[in-house]
């Protein structure tokens, strides 16, 4: 996939929790996988033509925060950035990746 010249080069399962939410399982956390630093962004921006709300959640590793951050707002109307009608939350938390989707195995059941 390509968006905003960003390549999706391998798609992954991931859980994100918030750094309150790690420290207290840490020791389960870093068992179940990779773990990276990681940052939930919320944007909720208010579009005066539709007289409404819009939020949009994205999560992304906590290097590229600044990037994601930045096309969100891109979205915006001109109007609606130049007049400061959006608030930008960013949550620091962790992403724990297993396997690559590709490499999972076949779900199983138990015998009843």
Known sequence: MNKHHITVAQSSLCLWVNQDQYSAKEEIYARAGLVETACRITLLAFDELE????????????????????LLISHLSRNARDRGDFTLDREIGYAITTDPIGHRRPATTLAG
């Open 51 to 70: 007289h409404d709300y819009t939020s949009i959640r994205r999560y992304t590793l906590a290097q590229d925060a600044t990037t994601v951050e930045h």
